[in-house]
């Protein structure tokens, strides 16, 4: 299975509000470089999210932008089945999914509905398992 990189993001700030969205981002064995989670946790150094997410909350009314689910990569393929141990290749990284996204008191102050609508699709975690790389909009994502 293949899909790309549509979007990525960075959180700069305390309150998860400051999100950049670069056209690369710098990643290595503990993260995304410059992202505010960097360093803290290696196994949930990434968060991929689906564009099916985003369609599941517009099929239910519900209009929220790109990057309100905390995610660091969009890619319009659907990982969620991935189990842990298993990995994707993104770029010039290997990246090694770890655990499904738990569910977070942030999803409701986005929306009060979407923890319980988004309990499976959220999203994966995922760490870095070859070193350094990059990671750009519209490389290709290989499961």
Known sequence: MQGKVLQLFITKDDANKTR???QTIE???AGII???FYAK???????IT???SYKLTQANNIEIATGSLGENLLIDINP???LPGERLEIGETVLEI?????LCKGLSSVNPKLPKLLKNDRGIFAKVING???IKIDDSVKI
């Open 34 to 36: 410059g992202d505010k």
């Open 20 to 22: 950049e969205t670069p």
């Open 132 to 134: 350094t790389g990059i």
């Open 98 to 102: 770890t655990q499904n996204c738990t």
């Open 27 to 29: 990643v290595d064995a």
């Open 41 to 47: 946790d290696p196994n949930r150094a990434i968060l």
């Open 80 to 82: 969620y089945h991935l």
């Open 50 to 52: 689906a564009l099916q």
